[in-house]
């Protein structure tokens, strides 16, 4: 399958990345190939989460809250 988006190189901010619709798409940018800058609340909790999983993609990523 060819890829859609290749954002090798590209950096990408991602608000309420700690859960739902705003996790998915850092965890599919990081797929894309961006390293991803999570950010949200604290209280809300997820973003480490999030984080790990980018990581695991072998791409960056910077919690912000």
């Known amino acids: 399958m060819t890829?859609?988006?290749?954002?090798?190189?590209?950096?990408a901010l991602v608000t309420g990345a700690g859960s739902g619709i705003g996790q998915a798409i850092?965890?599919?940018l990081a797929e894309?190939?961006?390293?991803?800058a999570c950010f949200g609340h604290?209280?809300?909790g997820g973003l480490e989460e999030t984080a790990g999983k980018i990581e695991?993609?072998?791409r960056k990523a910077l919690?912000?809250?």
């Open 63 to 65: 919690v912000l809250t």
């Open 3 to 11: 890829k859609l988006f290749d954002l090798h190189g590209d950096v």
């Open 56 to 58: 695991a993609l072998g």
């Open 26 to 28: 850092a965890i599919g």
């Open 42 to 44: 604290s209280s809300k």
């Open 32 to 36: 894309a190939g961006a390293d991803v």
